[in-house]
């Protein structure tokens, strides 16, 4: 039989491993011919567009290659498949696809909105009676999956954020005039990607002096009275906060997606603004934007490591003839890190989102506690031996035409 | 005798590595007992605020670690000597503490703000029939220092920029619709940095498709003319921009620090905005921000040895008994690379800005030319071997306290 593997979603560094591991695990199994990449996620399905990955990758030097490359390689969607019962019609053009190629196999790297298709998909396949497995590889910085212990791309994401938010620590410490800075970084609604920031507490910093996540209350009264008490213990205050802290109307740019999250951004410059009317000293936000997801040149190698691995897990599980399953990780301990593969229903990660626990925020919800240090600092550690080109990290890279 | 160093204006890759230029090459000289750290720039020695350096700094792993750490150990500051023709107040108290510490040569690691305090200050010492010699180290992002081929820090903030322009590049590429992603880069009048962003097409890479720099004209129709001519070329479309590129009044912040530099701001979502409303694509501009200039984790090996040889040959230039002077490259062949270290008056980099090159900038003044790759690529080659704590890059860290 052949098999197809698609990208879908935000991009992180992680996502091409999982497909070198889909590719990988393929390459050693005798009853798998073909290995198809599904153009731009699932849409590549719909519009059979496919490229025979075994044209793209040649050498074990490719996929090393393809490991440090960030971003999806073969392009990514946010398409979002209607109820079969209402439109089967885009389900029949998949099915066609999937037939015509003889894809016995469909492996689908994504987050939750991604683990909707899988179920979707694979329950109409098996209203048909098609054998068709579907298999859900999961994927995001936001780690906000249920069941599996985390995502792959987080590690890497929380890894940028700590250092860099190390470096900024050494920034703005250098004047002798009071300071506060403010920098903003992604998640929606939970605030994962946000504390993991505190990793730093570990090596000793002080900073971030006040984390904010989606999960506790925010209001700009209690942030000035957080900010003018880390004021009067450190010169430069350093704020981490999450794009999805609750503030007023307005501030948020408020573009919706397909499926119907909301575009935010703006909240680190609304606090900035605020800081300088209501505090007045010199203040300064910066967004961490698409570097936070895209900077495999600083991925952590357990995460990379990880994310290969749960793409060759997701081949074993389709050849075991599981479909509408979605690969997690089970953390057996913290030190020594150890975890395991195991498969859950994807319908138990669709559409649903996994908030930080209680136990992880302070009292005050403004910090991070040292129970939550446990269940990051192995995700961030370990680095990839990067291979250079021209003085900057070389990427793995597709003709744009084969892309169209 | 002995001597003091300081660090001044805004924080590079590269400050610290100068330090251990002057501290490791002092610790050479028999002539030289005490090595000072000036907390804050001039700003210590005005208020006698002095740290022996050879408290801090024990090892060579100290000074690997030093070498590896961004902004300034020893504080900085934004401090204006006044004309001492008019008040010699604060020159008195500098005299004052050079000679209570017996301070034979000061050595100031700074931009073109500090090679005005070096000019003065020298200026004022000879005047006096005082034989204390002051050297400046030049350090900026900017590269807009004039007589020096380029500047410490330059070379590491060139690096950061590209190589997460190219990661930007294999983010914004992977949705089927097109796009328009705007990154501004620091850079006031000069646009050397936005430009090195075009070593890119060294690596095979379109894009950045448009590099704006204040050194050419820019106008908004002339802008949207540009944009639209590469969309329909290209899917995803990379814009370079500095930020001081000139528009229209009030988009800047327009906030003035101590030199009369305003402090730029705002024009990535000035033209995102724009694109929004004119063109009405997908579009998002991404600000670069401190990371520019202080993510050491990727910073240049060349940046980095060339700054602490530059400190080094400081010390040297002291001893041979100049004063006044600077520190410069002068660049003997572009490949094989090859710099020699030489000297020049402090007054002809005082307060000067060097700009690009006329020949570096395409005729429709969109874009750079290959000819100022010759002059880039060298800058930006070469890593350093990174140590690690705990998952991200280590810091060497003084006790706030002791810069208080």
Same mark, same amino acid.
Request: aromatic share 6%; proline share 3%; net charge negative.
């Given at each position: 039989?052949?098999?197809?593997?698609?990208?879908?979603?935000?991009? &992180?560094?992680?996502?091409?491993?999982?497909?070198?591991? =889909?590719?990988?695990?393929?390459?050693?199994?005798?009853?798998? !011919?073909?290995?198809?990449? *599904?153009?731009?996620?699932?849409?590549? +399905?719909?519009?059979?567009?496919?490229?025979?990955?075994?044209?793209?990758?040649?050498?074990?030097?490719?996929?090393?290659?393809?490991?440090?490359?960030?971003?999806?390689? +073969?392009?990514?969607?946010?398409?979002?498949?209607? !109820?079969?019962?209402?439109?089967?019609?885009?389900?029949? %053009?998949?099915?066609?696809?999937?037939?015509?190629?003889?894809?016995?196999?469909?492996?689908?790297?994504?987050?939750?909105?991604?683990?909707? $298709?899988?179920?979707?998909? @694979?329950?109409?396949?098996?209203?048909?009676? @098609?054998?068709?497995?579907?298999?859900?590889?999961?994927? &995001?910085?936001?780690?906000?999956?249920?069941? $599996?212990?985390? $995502?792959?791309?987080?590690?890497?994401?929380?890894?940028?954020?700590?250092? &860099?938010?190390?470096?900024?620590?050494?920034?703005?410490?250098?004047?002798?005039?009071?300071?506060?800075?403010?920098?903003?970084?992604?998640?929606?609604?939970?605030?994962?990607?946000?504390? *993991?920031?505190?990793? #730093?507490?570990?090596?000793?910093?002080?900073?971030?002096?006040?984390?904010?996540?989606?999960?506790?209350?925010?209001? #700009?009264?209690?942030?000035?009275?957080?900010?003018?008490?880390?004021?009067?213990?450190?010169?430069?205050?350093?704020?981490?906060?999450?794009?999805?802290?609750?503030?007023?109307?307005?501030? /948020?740019?408020?573009?919706?997606?397909?499926?119907?999250?909301?575009?935010? *951004?703006?909240?680190? @410059?609304?606090?900035?603004?605020?800081?300088?009317?209501?505090?007045?000293?010199?203040?300064? *936000?910066?967004?961490?934007?698409?570097? %936070?997801?895209?900077?495999?040149?600083?991925?952590?190698?357990?995460?990379?490591?990880?994310?290969?691995?749960?793409?060759?897990?997701?081949?074993?599980?389709?050849?075991?003839?599981?479909?509408?399953? =979605?690969?997690?990780?089970?953390?057996?301990?913290?030190?020594?890190?150890?975890? &395991?593969?195991?498969?859950?229903?994807?319908?138990?990660?669709?559409?649903?989102?996994?908030?930080?626990?209680?136990?992880?925020?302070?009292?005050?919800?403004?910090?991070?506690?040292?129970?939550?240090?446990?269940?990051?600092?192995?995700?961030? /550690?370990?680095?990839?031996?990067? /291979?250079?080109?021209?003085?900057?990290?070389?990427?793995?890279?597709?003709?744009?035409?084969?892309?169209?």
């Amino acid at each position: 039989m052949n098999i197809a593997v698609a990208q879908s979603g935000g991009p &992180t560094c992680a996502i091409n491993a999982s497909l070198v591991g =889909v590719f990988k695990e393929s390459l050693k199994e005798p009853d798998i !011919d073909a290995i198809f990449g *599904s153009v731009n996620g699932i849409e590549g +399905l719909i519009q059979n567009h496919m490229i025979d990955l075994k044209t793209l990758i040649f050498t074990n030097d490719d996929m090393e290659l393809l490991r440090q490359t960030p971003s999806t390689v +073969l392009g990514s969607c946010r398409y979002k498949l209607p !109820d079969w019962h209402e439109d089967a019609s885009v389900y029949e %053009q998949i099915l066609k696809t999937l037939e015509q190629r003889q894809i016995g196999a469909f492996f689908y790297i994504g987050g939750n909105d991604s683990m909707d $298709t899988v179920q979707k998909l @694979s329950a109409f396949l098996a209203e048909r009676g @098609s054998d068709i497995r579907i298999i859900g590889i999961p994927k &995001t910085i936001d780690n906000d999956l249920c069941v $599996t212990d985390h $995502t792959p791309g987080f590690g890497s994401a929380a890894k940028y954020v700590a250092a &860099t938010l190390h470096e900024i620590i050494r920034d703005s410490s250098v004047y002798s005039i009071p300071s506060v800075t403010i920098v903003e970084i992604m998640g929606r609604h939970a605030g994962w990607l946000t504390a *993991s920031s505190a990793v #730093l507490h570990q090596l000793g910093e002080a900073a971030p002096h006040l984390i904010y996540v989606p999960e506790s209350d925010f209001s #700009l009264d209690k942030f000035f009275r957080d900010v003018r008490q880390e004021m009067a213990k450190h010169k430069a205050v350093i704020v981490a906060v999450s794009e999805g802290i609750e503030v007023p109307e307005g501030v /948020q740019s408020g573009v919706v997606d397909n499926f119907g999250h909301k575009y935010l *951004s703006g909240i680190g @410059s609304y606090l900035e603004r605020a800081v300088r009317e209501e505090i007045g000293c010199k203040v300064r *936000s910066i967004e961490l934007n698409v570097m %936070q997801r895209c900077s495999s040149h600083l991925c952590s190698r357990t995460d990379i490591d990880e994310s290969e691995a749960i793409g060759a897990a997701g081949v074993r599980c389709a050849l075991r003839g599981e479909t509408g399953k =979605v690969m997690v990780f089970r953390r057996l301990n913290d030190m020594p890190y150890t975890v &395991t593969i195991e498969t859950a229903e994807a319908a138990l990660c669709a559409n649903r989102e996994k908030l930080l626990p209680k136990e992880y925020i302070n009292a005050a919800g403004n910090n991070i506690t040292d129970e939550a240090l446990r269940y990051f600092m192995p995700l961030i /550690q370990g680095e990839l031996t990067i /291979q250079m080109h021209h003085g900057v990290p070389a990427h793995f890279m597709i003709q744009e035409s084969l892309l169209k």
